[in-house]
């Protein structure tokens, strides 16, 4: 699991717990008993544990403690804490759906082969105003039988990331995957929640087939890169995935060119530099990726400076735009943006992350040798997008030395980069 953002609070355990101990209306202005249910997480002992507990027996009845209750529930999930399996089970019956939601969500975590808990989860199929998906993937997840028939009933549900969850785990439930292709197809659905959900839903069932098409599906980055990982980690350990099979497919996500992608959105009228710059700004990454294409075949001389002006006045703190910028200005090998690509590379704030690999990749467009010792300096990384990354920019600027400390590398993928370069065969295999 990846806690790289877990540790934001600047909260000790014992902070944590008597903060989420203190009744919700003697709660300052200034506290936040939210903050500390998610913070346990950090502190995965029985103290934690207990304090979380007792949090979601506390069912005082504002808004507030309600959303502490879903937090403290999530929160005992994410620790798997199979002490606390009684009391999250008293929440399938809660009132609040989301408080369900997440007690459902946590059993998954935590596993149970209990059969009474099974059916109270797969009961809740049949309960009006809840919400679904979490339901079918635990009941999946749990290899719950007796469930296939009523998953098998939203499988054609209006509500696309709920169709796309039943056919997945009827599929896995069965061992039948003849219909994946339906959730395949959800991949270039026009509403960005449906693509992020059915790529979830193919992680799910290990459908490796869909590698390719999800390398070229119009969502962020973050969520092609873990499902790829994800889906080449399962494959390589069952035989079933090699690296030469992923490594062109890894190689094109990492460098997330839109012209690799297919675009589900298109623009009536060619749109102004300004337009361009804002679509920048958008949650939904497919229209990002078009404002990108855009820019550089329409805009490739005045794009910089505006690149530039952007991130001076809104775009360093927005890490969606933060991180479009930065690859813009690596593709149109805008070389001023060299000290602001370097900064980039080293920023360790969590939100930031996808910007470090995207800023390596743009120095290497920059050509610029330069950027080696810094590049290199990200080979020692934990974060291996990174490392993979700086791999190829340094593959770029002409520098392997490093390969065959790499070759020795504790991640299976980042030896395996290493010894393609190593025979002299390209990591990238395409153009970044």
């Known amino acids: 699991m990846d806690k790289r953002f877990f540790q934001i609070f600047n909260l000790t355990e014992a902070e944590a717990i008597a903060l989420l101990d203190t009744p919700q209306n003697q709660i300052s202005a200034d506290d936040s008993r939210y903050i500390a249910a998610s913070h346990l997480i950090n502190f995965p002992t029985e103290d934690s544990i207990d304090a979380l507990i007792r949090a979601v027996q506390n069912t005082e009845a504002s808004l507030d403690n309600r959303i502490v209750r879903r937090k403290s529930v999530e929160t005992l999930g994410r620790l798997k804490a199979s002490k606390a399996l009684p009391v999250i089970c008293t929440c399938l019956t809660d009132e609040d759906c989301y408080t369900v939601e997440n007690a459902v969500w946590a059993i998954g975590e935590i596993g149970t082969k209990n059969p009474d808990i099974l059916e109270s989860i797969a009961q809740l199929l049949e309960k009006p105003n809840q919400i679904y998906r979490v339901i079918i993937h635990t009941l999946a997840k749990l290899d719950y039988q007796d469930a296939i028939e009523r998953i098998n009933g939203f499988v054609e549900s209006e509500d696309k990331p709920t169709a796309s969850a039943a056919i997945a785990a009827v599929c896995r439930l069965t061992g039948n995957y003849t219909e994946m292709e339906k959730v395949v197809s959800l991949l270039q659905h026009h509403n960005c929640t449906t693509r992020r959900a059915c790529i979830q839903d193919l992680i799910d069932a290990h459908y490796y087939p869909a590698i390719p098409e999800?390398?070229?599906?119009?969502?962020?980055?973050?969520?092609?890169?873990?499902?790829?990982?994800?889906?080449?980690?399962?494959?390589?350990?069952?035989?079933?995935?090699?690296?030469?099979?992923?490594?062109?497919?890894?190689?094109?996500?990492?460098?997330?060119r839109p012209d690799d992608l297919d675009l589900v959105h298109e623009y009536d009228l060619p749109p102004s530099l300004d337009f361009l710059i804002r679509e920048l700004y958008e949650t939904d990454f497919g229209r990002c990726y078009l404002a990108s294409k855009t820019l550089m075949e329409n805009y490739p001389e005045q794009a910089p400076a505006a690149l530039l002006q952007t991130y001076a006045e809104e775009a360093y703190t927005d890490y969606g735009a933060h991180y479009h910028v930065i690859k813009l200005l690596?593709?149109?090998?805008?070389?001023?943006?060299?000290?602001?690509?370097?900064?980039?590379?080293?920023?360790?704030?969590?939100?930031?992350?996808?910007?470090?690999?995207?800023?390596?990749?743009?120095?290497?467009?920059?050509?610029?040798?330069?950027?080696?010792?810094?590049?290199?300096?990200?080979?020692?990384?934990?974060?291996?997008?990174?490392?993979?990354?700086?791999?190829?920019?340094?593959?770029?600027?002409?520098?392997?030395?490093?390969?065959?400390?790499?070759?020795?590398?504790?991640?299976?993928?980042?030896?395996?980069?290493?010894?393609?370069?190593?025979?002299?065969?390209?990591?990238?295999?395409?153009?970044?």
């Open 214 to 256: 999800i390398a070229r599906c119009p969502v962020s980055i973050v969520f092609r890169l873990r499902a790829i990982r994800m889906l080449a980690d399962i494959g390589v350990e069952r035989g079933e995935v090699t690296f030469e099979t992923i490594r062109p497919v890894l190689s094109q996500t990492l460098c997330d």
């Open 330 to 432: 690596g593709w149109l090998r805008y070389t001023p943006a060299y000290d602001l690509l370097i900064e980039a590379l080293h920023n360790r704030e969590p939100q930031f992350q996808k910007s470090r690999a995207a800023a390596a990749l743009a120095l290497g467009e920059l050509g610029d040798r330069r950027a080696i010792p810094d590049l290199r300096i990200c080979l020692a990384t934990p974060i291996w997008d990174l490392k993979y990354a700086a791999l190829i920019a340094l593959e770029k600027l002409g520098d392997t030395s490093d390969r065959d400390i790499l070759t020795q590398d504790s991640d299976w993928l980042i030896r395996a980069a290493a010894s393609a370069i190593k025979l002299g065969n390209s990591v990238t295999q395409i153009a970044c």
